[in-house]
C-alpha cells in the first residue's frame, strides 16, 4: 500500500435506542479511518460500518455514499434493517466526508469553457480519483469484499453520481441519484453511453421530488424516458417521484433505492416463466439463480427456507403433481424438511393438491418410521381412508394396528371405530366392542365427551 497513507482507526459502538434493557435494538460498530490524500493534499475522513457478524471468510457487496455527514447514517440504519430481514444481502457501508463539498462537489454546468460539460470540474476531478484510487483500494485491501460496488448521493452528488456512471473507470454496478440536476448535453451524454456501450450488470436508481427545484424533477423525467427506452440488456434504470422536498427526499426514497439495487437477490418472480411455461427443472432453476447472484454481486447465496416455501406456494397452485416431487427434491437436497416431520409436512402438501393415495404413503412413512407423539399423526391417515378415499374398512383396520403401535391413543381410535362402524354401516360387534372401551375408560378429552359416548353407544344398538 502507498505509505502516504497513515491510519488512525477508531472503534465506535452506537446504540440508537434510549433503552438500553431492549433487547432488539439497533446497534452497529463503525470504524473511522483518516488518511492523506494524494489528491486533496489534506488528510481525509471515512467512516466503514461493517455488518453484524462480519466473517472475513465471506465477501460483501459496497454500499460508498458521498456526503458522509448525511447519507452514511442513514444508509447504514437503512442497511441494517433491510439486511436483518434478508431483503438485501449483507454490506458494507462507506462513508466519504467532503473538506469543502462546494469544491468537491460542484456540477460542471460550463462555468470553465475549457472543460466540456461532461467532464468532471477541477474540485469534483479529484473526488473521483480520490475515490477510485485511494478510497476504494484501501476498502478492497483492508476488507472482504464482492466487488459490486454502489455509490449513493444526494443534490451535487447525485449528479456526481450520474456522471461517474460514463467514466472509464468506472468500478460501480448500483448508482443511487437522490435528485440530480443535470443539462440536455450531459443527459444525451448519458443516453448515447446506454445504447453504444458494452459493460456489466448495472442498476441505476433515481428519485424526484415534487416539492423539490423544478429543474432537478425536469432531470428525473428525462432520465426516466432514457431508462424506459434503452435496450441494453445489462442496464436496469428506475425513476420514482415523491410526495417530497430536497431534504426529505433522502429518507423517503433510499429505501426503495438500496432495495432496487439489489433486486435480483432473491428475485424468483420469474418462476412462472422458467418453470411453468418454458419446463425448466426446478433444480436447474435454482442452480442458475444461485450463478447469477454470485454474476451480479460477487457474493455466495443458496436458497433460503422462506423462498423455498414461496415456490412450494406457487407449485400447488398449479396442481402438478411432478413439480410437486421437483420440489420436494429440491426441500430434501436442503434440509428445509426436518428428520421428525419430513413426510408428515410432504402428505399435507399432497393432500392440498388431492393426491390422496401419495399423502397416504407418506403418513404411513411416518408412522413407520417411528416419527409421532400424537394421535394426529395417525387421525389424518385414517381421514384420508374413510372420506377422501372412501375405504372406511379399511380405515378401521388401521386404527386397530395404530392402537397397538400407539397405546396411548386407544380412547380416542376406539371412539373413531365405534362412529365409522354406525356410519358406514360396518361391523356392529366391533363398534359396541370399541364404544364400551370408551365407556369403560372415559377419559376428559378434545375428542369427545362421555353424554358422546353414551348417545353412540344408543344408536349402536339401535342398528
Known amino acids: 500500500m502507498n505509505k502516504i497513507f497513515t491510519f488512525l482507526i477508531l472503534f465506535i459502538s452506537i446504540s440508537l435506542s434510549g433503552q438500553s434493557e431492549t433487547k432488539d435494538t439497533l446497534q452497529y460498530t463503525y470504524k473511522v479511518e483518516k488518511f492523506k490524500s494524494a489528491f486533496f493534499k489534506k488528510e481525509r475522513t471515512v467512516k466503514v460500518y461493517l455488518p453484524k457478524n462480519y466473517d472475513k471468510k465471506h465477501k460483501y457487496p459496497v454500499i460508498y455514499t458521498l456526503d458522509g455527514y448525511e447519507l452514511f447514517e442513514i444508509t447504514t440504519n437503512y442497511e441494517n434493517y433491510l439486511a436483518k430481514f434478508n431483503i438485501i444481502p ?44 485511494e478510497v476504494i483500494p484501501i476498502i478492497d485491501n483492508q476488507y472482504s469484499t464482492s466487488g459490486f460496488n454502489t455509490l449513493v448521493g444526494h443534490s451535487n452528488t447525485a449528479t456526481f453520481v450520474n456522471e461517474m456512471i460514463t467514466e472509464n473507470e468506472n468500478p460501480f454496478n448500483g448508482f443511487i441519484a437522490i435528485t440530480p440536476d443535470l443539462l440536455e448535453e450531459q443527459t444525451e451524454h448519458l443516453k448515447k453511453y446506454l445504447y453504444e456501450k458494452e459493460f456489466n450488470k448495472t442498476y441505476y436508481f433515481v428519485s424526484s421530488g415534487l416539492k423539490d427545484d423544478k429543474y432537478r424533477l425536469e432531470t428525473g423525467k428525462i432520465l426516466d424516458t432514457i431508462f424506459r427506452k434503452t435496450k441494453n440488456k445489462n442496464f436496469t434504470g428506475l425513476h420514482k417521484i415523491y410526495n417530497a422536498g430536497h431534504l426529505d427526499l433522502v429518507p423517503k426514497s433510499l429505501n426503495d433505492a438500496l432495495m432496487f439495487i439489489f433486486s435480483d437477490f432473491r428475485n424468483y418472480d420469474d418462476f412462472n416463466i422458467q418453470v411453468i411455461e418454458k419446463n425448466l427443472p426446478i433444480l436447474t432453476y435454482i442452480e442458475r439463480k444461485t450463478i447469477s447472484t454470485n454474476e451480479n454481486y460477487g457474493i455466495n447465496y443458496n436458497l433460503i427456507k422462506d423462498d423455498f416455501y414461496y415456490l412450494l406456494d406457487l407449485v400447488l397452485k398449479k396442481k402438478d403433481k411432478n413439480l410437486l416431487e421437483q420440489i420436494f427434491e429440491v426441500g430434501e437436497k436442503n434440509e428445509f424438511f426436518t428428520k421428525n416431520d419430513k413426510y408428515s409436512s410432504k402428505a399435507q402438501f399432497y393432500e392440498e393438491m388431492r393426491l390422496y393415495q401419495d399423502a397416504l404413503k407418506n403418513w404411513k412413512l411416518q408412522i413407520e418410521n417411528g416419527f409421532y407423539e400424537s394421535t394426529f399423526y395417525f387421525e389424518r391417515p385414517f381421514k384420508l381412508l374413510t372420506k377422501n378415499l372412501n375405504r372406511p374398512k379399511e380405515g378401521i383396520d388401521f386404527l386397530e394396528k395404530a392402537i397397538k403401535k400407539y397405546p396411548k391413543g386407544k380412547l380416542t381410535f376406539s371412539y373413531l371405530i365405534a362412529e365409522t362402524t354406525l356410519k358406514y354401516r360396518l361391523n ?3 363398534g359396541i366392542r370399541a364404544i364400551n372401551y370408551c365407556l369403560d375408560h372415559f377419559d376428559e378429552n378434545r375428542k369427545f365427551n362421555l353424554k358422546d359416548a353414551k348417545e353412540l353407544k344408543l344408536k349402536l344398538l339401535k342398528k
Open 90 to 133: 449483507n454490506s458494507i457501508v462507506v462513508g466519504i466526508y467532503h473538506n469543502n463539498r462546494n469544491y468537491e462537489t460542484t456540477p460542471n454546468y460550463g462555468s470553465d469553457v475549457r472543460i466540456p460539460v461532461t467532464e468532471f470540474l477541477e474540485g469534483s476531478e479529484k473526488l473521483k480519483n480520490h475515490l477510485l484510487k
Open 428 to 430: 356392529k360387534r366391533t
